[in-house]
């Protein structure tokens, strides 16, 4: 059917009808809201449409605690980060203090190296947490293909020691540094 350019939910919709059924499927859309050609992962069985009223748009990773979507947030109409905890965590009171209390500490953290936290919150049995969506390469994606010079590699570490300094004066040791975690 014809969807016409610019109806967001038309195009989401089609293109979590194309992925149903595939564990994994990548789909591509060229539509007036999207900035040219782009591939959005959709995992049909276990991503939600909806997350707190923000609009699911694709998965973007998953790590011990929790899972990452990024959304459209639709107040702002913005892009952002939503991570929350992985649907078999959610059942366990500890893994949900460890992200309760992750949230807490996070949102006392303000530093241009730090992913800024927008907001907290709780939808059914979903905890989750709203933050600045950046769009960059892992740092150990680029070391890997060998695009950092010895200079880079300095303001780079100069940029990190920055940002964990802030952290520990606030109180906050990050436990999972690891160049897939720097952008």
């Known amino acids: 059917r014809a969807i016409e350019p610019g109806d967001r939910a038309a195009v989401l919709e089609r293109m979590r009808e194309l992925a149903a059924g595939a564990p994994t ?52 109409g913005e892009v952002r980060a939503l991570k929350c905890i992985q649907s078999d965590g959610r059942d366990d009171p500890l893994r949900v203090q460890r992200f309760e209390r ?27 947490l709203v933050m600045e969506f950046v769009d960059g390469t892992p740092l150990g994606r680029v070391v890997d293909r060998g695009e950092v010079t010895v200079k880079r590699a300095l303001e780079i570490a100069r940029g990190i020691a920055s940002a964990l300094e802030h952290a520990h004066e606030k109180g906050v040791v990050h436990r999972d540094l690891k160049p897939a975690n720097v952008l």
């Open 25 to 76: 499927r990548m789909v591509a859309a060229d539509v007036a809201f999207l900035p040219g050609a782009r591939l959005l992962r959709f995992h049909a069985a276990d991503m939600p449409t909806s997350i707190g009223g923000h609009e699911v748009l694709e998965e973007l990773g998953r790590g011990g605690m929790g899972v990452v979507y990024k959304v459209l947030e639709p107040r702002a």
């Open 102 to 128: 992750e949230i807490r500490l996070h949102s006392s953290l303000h530093h241009p190296g730090i992913v800024r936290i927008f907001g907290w919150g709780r939808e059914g049995d979903v905890l989750y």
